[in-house]
T-cell receptor, first 115, second 114 residues
Framework: GAGVSQSPSNKVTEKGKDVELRCDPI?????LYWYRQSLGQGLEFLIY????????KSGLPSDRFSAERTGGSVSTLTIQRTQQEDSAVYLC?????????????FGPGTRLTVT | AQSVAQPEDQVNVAEGNPLTVKCTYS??????LFWYVQYPNRGLQFLLK??????LVKGSYGFEAEFNKSQTSFHLKKPSALVSDSALYFC????????????FGKGTTLSVSS
């Protein structure tokens, strides 16, 4: 079946511009996560959605970062006024439920380069 | 606070030899442990998990991991390495008392030589 998809696969933007990254989770998965993978930093949790509940935004690094999830499916991560330190691979994951024993399935990621 | 440590940045092993990728964790409650693998320019793929039950967990591609509560470890193992196992491996933990986000280690690059 179809896995988690993300678009674009690569994005190059100028410092100060806004960017939107899209994630389409696996059909039927109610939980959706965004992570950031930076060189030498491993994976960093950003934000988590579960159904219609308020998202867990505890991992967002600054107020320039925001995310929404429409209709309990597709999610968009927005970075405003991008900075060079925002350059990273942004990974989206989904899981069947927020229940902690369900594994997360990851998309291929969006590589963001801020010049 | 939850944390995961992967003490080796890189592990080198010859094809056919056993491999071990180390992981230790720190959580306040009961740990839920995961291993993921990342091939170049690909997303993370789930390998295996420990939730409860037998301490030895078997997963995809012949990998297994052993949960050791006293040593707070969850080392990934494979009896006979393949060149195609060469990839970046991540250990991750969830704390049943602290929410649902995964906390990842920094990753270990496994290189299997022919």
């Amino acid at each position: 079946g179809a896995g988690v998809s993300q678009s674009p696969s690569n994005k190059v933007t100028e410092k100060g511009k806004d960017v939107e990254l899209r994630c389409d989770p696996i059909s039927g998965h109610t939980a959706l996560y965004w992570y950031r993978q930076s060189l030498g930093q491993g994976l960093e949790f950003l934000i988590y959605f579960q159904g219609n509940s308020a998202p867990d935004k505890s991992g967002l690094p600054s107020d320039r970062f925001s995310a929404e999830r429409t209709g309990g499916s597709v999610s968009t991560l927005t970075i405003q006024r991008t900075q060079q330190e925002d350059s990273a691979v942004y990974l989206c994951a989904s899981s069947y439920s927020r229940t902690i024993n369900y594994e997360q399935y990851f998309g291929p990621g969006t590589r963001l380069t801020v010049t | 606070a939850q944390s995961v440590a992967q003490p080796e940045d890189q592990v080198n092993v010859a094809e056919g030899n056993p491999l071990t990728v180390k992981c230790t964790y720190s959580v306040s409650g009961n740990p839920y442990l995961f291993w993921y693998v990342q091939y170049p320019n690909r997303g993370l793929q789930f390998l295996l998990k420990y939730i409860t039950g037998d301490n030895l967990v078997k997963g995809s591609y012949g990998f297994e991991a052993e949960f050791n509560k006293s040593q707070t470890s969850f080392h990934l193992k494979k009896p006979s390495a393949l060149v195609s196992d060469s990839a970046l491996y991540f250990c991750a933990v969830r704390d049943n008392q602290a929410g649902t986000a995964l906390i990842f280690g920094k990753g270990t690059t496994l290189s299997v030589s022919s």
